[in-house]
C-alpha cells in the first residue's frame, strides 16, 4: 500500500501564558488520523515564543510547575539584563524558553491513534504575556487501513 500524506494547519485559540495540555483539541481536528494503520505525524509551532513537548497529563500539578521551572530557567524582569528587549521584558525569556523545549514533535501513530502513553499529553507551551492565536502546521504520513475503513476513536 503507498504512503498518504496528510497536511493541516490548526489554530488554537489565545491561551494565557504556561503549559497547557492540548491533545484533545489537536485530536478533534485531525477525524483523519483513524484511518491510518501505521505512520509518523509532525506537529510544528508557527511560532518563536511558544513551544511544543510531551509530559505527563495526569497531574493539574505538573503544567505549573513546568512553568515556573521554565520561569527560573530564563527569568525576565530585572533579574537578567537581554539585549533583545524590543518587544517587553517576557519576549526575549520567551525565546530561550522555546529554544529549549522546542518548536516540533513527531510522534508515532498505531492503528488509527497518536501512539502516546497511558499518561502523555500534547502541551503548547504559552511562553509570552498576551502570545495571541498560535498556529500549528501538522503533517501525517503513513499507511492508511488497506480495507479503507476508520478505527474507532473510541477505546
Keep these: 500500500m503507498p504512503l498518504s500524506r496528510l497536511q493541516?494547519?490548526?489554530?488554537?485559540?489565545?491561551?494565557?501564558?504556561?503549559c497547557h495540555v492540548i491533545t484533545r483539541q489537536l485530536l478533534q481536528q485531525l477525524p483523519e488520523l483513524a484511518e491510518f494503520e501505521v505512520g509518523l505525524a509532525n506537529l510544528f509551532v508557527?511560532?518563536?515564543?511558544?513551544?511544543?513537548t510531551i509530559n505527563e497529563n495526569a497531574s493539574p500539578?505538573?503544567?505549573l510547575d513546568?512553568?515556573?521551572?521554565l520561569d527560573r530557567l530564563a527569568p525576565e524582569g530585572n533579574k537578567?539584563?537581554?539585549?533583545?528587549?524590543?518587544?517587553?521584558?517576557?519576549?526575549m525569556p520567551a525565546h530561550?524558553?522555546?529554544?529549549l523545549m522546542g518548536a516540533s514533535l513527531t510522534l508515532p501513530i498505531q492503528h488509527g491513534r497518536l501512539a502516546l502513553g497511558t499518561w502523555?499529553?500534547?502541551?503548547?507551551?504559552?511562553?509570552r504575556n498576551y502570545g495571541g492565536p498560535r498556529r500549528l502546521v501538522i503533517t501525517i504520513q503513513g499507511q492508511r487501513r488497506a480495507d479503507g475503513r476508520k478505527y474507532?476513536?473510541?477505546r
Excluded at 513546568?66 to 521551572?69: E, F, G, I, N, P
Design 61 to 63: 500539578d505538573v503544567p
Design 80 to 91: 537578567v539584563q537581554y539585549r533583545h528587549d524590543d518587544e517587553g521584558p517576557d519576549d
Design 66 to 69: 513546568l512553568a515556573d521551572s
Design 8 to 18: 493541516r494547519v490548526v489554530e488554537l485559540p489565545t491561551l494565557p501564558r504556561g
Design 46 to 52: 508557527q511560532h518563536t515564543s511558544a513551544s511544543l
Design 120 to 127: 502523555q499529553g500534547i502541551y503548547l507551551n504559552e511562553h
Design 152 to 154: 474507532s476513536s473510541y
Design 96 to 99: 530561550v524558553k522555546s529554544s
